[in-house]
């Protein structure tokens, strides 16, 4: 196969790669960098296990995304949330609130999270819901997880849900 | 009962940050130096086949390739992926027909995705790549996909031991005339007033957890097979691999890794034969196998589906005179759990409610899909759906408040439960059916919604639930739990209950701290080695916290009572007056006589004379206490569960509303974890009877192996959850408190087919009941 030349800075770490074309980026994230935070639940971009957000809080399914494409991005992963020894408020709220059950989902769902708040700083329930959808979580029936975001958005934001 | 200082309190789960963290190591995030890739080759194309030829040599010579294995390159030796054989007398396992009959790799495709070979590569590329280099061709055979076609005559035999592929129906000596029940069931009948009878389908659901089947196995230097897996049962698949490859229990270790759901998933075996075969042809080197999750899918065991025949009789008042039950479920292709389900059907349907006579038949029959296993409910689900819609239709004919009639009828303290002879010790049902239906409004909307007439109509239905705490006395329960102090009076307490992430782990180290009366960062559970902690079933039967919390309690208690007898020694006083605050032991009328507890296990470990005595002070040795425990019950748990959804007749799609389960608990142990069940539980229930199905087309090929085809009910989906928590403490589980781990799938099913009933008037007898279904039905009926 192919292979092409990439710049990844994930969790502000550069990593300069030769990886075959069709390699995804999961499976470079996964295999290459043993980032194993990231998760392979389907690998047909329908549970949102693998999700990374991308410059900045843009999430995408990585195991939908050719590595080849990220070429030059920034990638954060749920290993790159936490700060000089301290969780992202999304993080302790998930913790908080009894959202983490068999916790395969939660790195993907914290990450949605994230990048949800980031464009909604005070959203309504339902609206937490919709974000939501494209995450499957098996254990949960989702409740405390929308009260975890719920709260995330509370102490992140100060805002009102 | 004292006031409790852990046990009850909403903590974090001991695993959260971990998880949340992404640090958490699961089966597939492994890595070994020079680690190899397994791939198991399986048959897509068909789903009953003979394999006429099978070439492996092309496959071998593909670049990064180590080797390729076939049926005739593993131990021939057959097995039972399933546990019961384990868990029964040898006698009693011989009686229900238990049959080993699943071969590493086949040469008789059973089911789609049956393994025909193995690969061995440098890399998942190569792996993949000679994959595609095997050579194979195929004789196929009749493909059977329901009982009825199964037990033709004429039909191929899927087993010599199983004529007829018959897996199984319950055994006449056992079972008298093959029924489970009590009474005269005809001359019930005689003298009902009013007789309910239908045949319902209950379907093939699959468990869905969210990590996939991963396994890491190395045959190492010592000649020790060790496997990575995220099963439910270390033990028992210590036990399963040892005689599946013929080794000494101590030349095998499993080694669970953090369970990313089961929900029956992973209860006994699935891959592990596959990957230790693969690692005992290369030894010395790590291999991963990776399944992928089409292949979790339609090669993993799901729930069993089946035809569910059932006939209750009335009198006027509503007495139930008798019931009359027959569940044919279809096996798939290899034995597993062949008399389990096919028994407790019957059992949780015995449990249920005070027929006068009772008769259950259960037996199932091989057919051409991925085998049926487990699936949380273990048939609980399956007796739901026809139990609580015939109970409504009843009602409903009888002019009886359902509410009403289910309060009146369901068994109690003192009845027989599920196994006929073994008395509720604790029941707080008609408390849940009482506290949930004032909570939901049933009364009120009952009556509201039967005057309804536009073209959405809303429904609410309820249904109840009982279910078990362990699975004694018809299965060994036995779990061994050891605690250690150090010599900073920290406890270490080894066991190999397993969490599946339903914060079993957590509710544990709560019942040993609260037990010790040490707090929780004084204790660690060490789990996760077959080989360091003694026996333990395993997790099925929502038997964790209740059966393990016994154990830790046993185990715990004798730690303190070592600790503070040596305590009473030392202070030279009667242990009867000594009491221990803040791992401080004092007198309790002269509280400056004391003495920490860590002063008196660091002189049992470093046992060495006093320089001034020239003697050591103190009783010899580490304290360390070990329980072999066999619960004295099996505490059933009860639940009301009120489902309210509403119905478009003109589309026939259906929005739900609300779940509220009122739920038994005996005591809440760590509620997050119970409430987390409960709502997790209810999602699956409401999924079985409204949207999961897995379809197969007439050759058996799974039709959607995958979340976009199999629907399962997202966040925007989901009703309103409420948990109401009965806590009345059970005189046998610890701190009181009896399971929570299957039981809220279960009544979903009824209440939601009987709010459905409420809402139009119509009883669905295929789950799931999707749209299609209610608008066909809808049509059907003239008053639409």
Same mark, same amino acid.
């Given at each position: 196969m192919k292979k092409c030349s990439i710049t990844l800075y994930v969790n502000d770490k550069k990593h300069s790669l030769d990886v075959p074309v069709n390699r995804t980026l999961l499976q470079v994230l996964r295999e290459d960098l043993a980032m194993t935070d990231v998760k392979y639940g389907c690998g047909a971009g329908e549970c949102g296990a693998c999700t990374v957000l991308i410059d900045g809080d843009t999430p995408i399914l990585s195991c939908l995304t050719l590595a080849a494409l990220a070429d030059g991005k920034h990638i954060t992963t749920v290993a790159g949330l936490e700060k000089d020894g301290k969780l992202h408020p999304v993080q302790q709220a998930f913790i908080d609130e009894g959202a983490i059950q068999c916790g395969y989902c939660t790195p993907g769902m914290v990450l949605k999270t994230v990048s949800f708040l980031a464009k909604n700083a005070a959203p309504t329930e339902e609206e937490i819901r919709k974000g939501l959808e494209g995450n499957i979580c098996r254990c949960t029936g989702y409740e405390k997880i929308v009260k975890a975001v719920q709260q995330a958005a509370i102490k992140k934001e100060g805002g009102k849900v | 009962m004292s006031e409790l200082s852990i046990v009850g309190k909403r903590i974090p789960k001991i695993d959260a940050k971990e998880k949340v963290c992404g640090r958490a190591v699961y089966a597939a995030d492994l890595r070994f130096p020079g680690m190899l890739y397994g791939k198991i080759v399986r048959c897509w194309a068909h789903a009953h086949a003979k394999v006429t030829k099978l070439d492996l040599s092309e496959a071998a010579? =593909?670049?990064? =390739?180590?080797k390729v294995l076939g049926p005739g390159d593993v131990t021939r030796k057959t097995y039972n992926a399933g546990v019961l054989d384990l868990m029964v007398s040898e006698k009693m396992g011989k009686l229900l027909g238990d049959i080993e009959d699943q071969p590493i790799f086949t040469d008789h495709v059973k089911h789609q995705a049956d393994g025909i070979c193995g690969i061995i590569a440098e890399t998942e590329e190569a792996a993949e790549r000679a994959a595609e280099k095997i050579i194979v061709e195929y004789e196929p055979l009749p493909v059977y996909l329901t009982a009825e076609e199964s037990k033709n005559p004429d039909a191929v035999q899927f087993s010599p031991l199983k004529p007829g592929n018959k897996a199984f129906e319950l055994p006449e000596p056992a079972f008298p005339n093959n029924a489970y029940g009590w009474g005269d069931v005809d001359a019930g009948m005689e003298k009902a007033d009013l007789i309910v009878e239908d045949t319902f389908y209950v379907p093939k659901q699959k468990q869905c957890q969210m990590e996939p089947h991963a396994y890491v196995a190395i045959y190492d230097d010592r000649g020790r097979l060790n496997c990575w897996t995220s099963t439910q049962m270390p033990k028992l698949v210590h036990a399963k691999l040892a005689r599946l490859f013929e080794l000494p229990m101590t030349r095998v270790k499993v080694n669970q890794t953090i369970v990313g759901g089961a929900f029956g998933a992973r209860l006994g075996m699935i891959g592990e034969p596959q990957v230790c075969a693969m690692a005992m042809a290369i030894p010395g080197r790590h291999i991963l196998v990776q399944y992928l999750r089409e292949e979790d899918w339609v090669a993993s065991e799901s729930r069993h589906p089946g035809n569910y025949w059932m006939k209750i009789g009335f009198k006027k008042d509503g007495t139930p005179v008798a019931l009359d039950a027959h569940f044919t479920s279809y096996k798939g292709g290899y034995y597993t759990q062949g008399s389990g389900v096919a028994f407790t059907t019957g059992a949780w349907l015995a449990g249920m409610y005070k027929y006068g006579a009772m008769r259950y038949r259960g037996d199932s029959y091989y057919t051409n899909q991925v085998p049926c296993g487990a699936y949380r409910g273990y048939g609980n689900p399956q007796t739901n759906f026809p139990l609580e819609q015939l109970v409504d239709r009843a009602c409903n004919e009888l002019k009886i408040d359902p509410v009403e009639w289910r309060k009146k009828w369901h068994k109690d303290v003192g009845d027989d439960g599920w196994c006929l002879g073994f008395k509720y010790p604790s029941c707080a049902l008609t408390e849940c059916l009482e506290k949930g239906a004032e909570t939901i409004g049933w009364k009120e909307k009952r009556k509201k919604y039967a005057e309804q007439t536009g073209i959405k109509r809303r429904g609410i239905g309820v249904a109840c639930m009982n279910h078990t705490s362990g699975a004694m006395p018809m299965l060994l329960e036995h779990t061994v739990v050891s605690v250690r102090l150090n010599e900073d009076a920290s406890a270490e307490v080894i066991l190999s209950c397993s969490d599946l992430g339903c914060g079993a782990h957590t509710a544990l180290t709560q019942i040993a701290a609260e037990t010790l009366g040490f707090p929780m960062e004084d204790v660690h559970l060490l789990t996760g080695n077959s080989d360091a902690s003694g026996f333990d079933i395993g997790a099925h039967a929502s038997r964790t916290t209740y059966v393990g919390g016994g154990a830790v309690i046993q185990a715990c208690e004798d730690v303190k009572k070592q600790l503070l007898e040596r305590a009473a020694r030392y202070l030279e006083t009667d242990v009867d007056s000594l009491v221990m605050e803040d791992k401080t032991i004092f007198v309790k009328d002269d509280p400056e006589k004391a003495v920490d507890a860590k002063t008196i296990t660091t002189l049992g470990i470093v046992y060495v004379p006093d320089p001034e005595t020239g003697k050591p002070e103190g009783d010899p040795g580490q304290i360390e206490a070990y329980a072999s425990y066999l619960p004295p019950h099996n505490s059933p748990p009860f639940s009301a569960c009120f489902v309210e959804l509403e119905v478009d007749t003109e589309t026939g799609e259906l929005k739900l509303i609300e779940a509220l389960t009122a739920y038994d608990i005996g005591r809440a142990i760590h509620p997050p974890s119970v409430e987390g069940q409960l709502d997790g539980g209810v999602q699956q229930g409401l999924g079985n009877v409204l949207t999961e199905e897995t379809y197969y087309d007439k050759n058996g090929l799974c039709l959607n192996s995958n979340f976009t085809d199999y629907k399962m009910l997202g966040p925007s989906d989901m009703p309103k959850l409420t948990n109401i928590l009965i806590e009345d403490p059970d005189p046998h589980g610890p701190y009181g408190a009896k399971s929570c781990g299957e039981e809220g799938i279960v009544p979903p099913n009824g209440a939601a087919a009987n709010a459905v009933y409420n809402a139009i008037g119509i009883q669905i007898k295929e789950a799931p009941i999707t749209p299609e279904k209610i608008l066909k039905a809808l049509k059907e009926t003239k008053n639409f």
């Open positions: - | 010579k =593909v670049p990064g =390739v180590i």
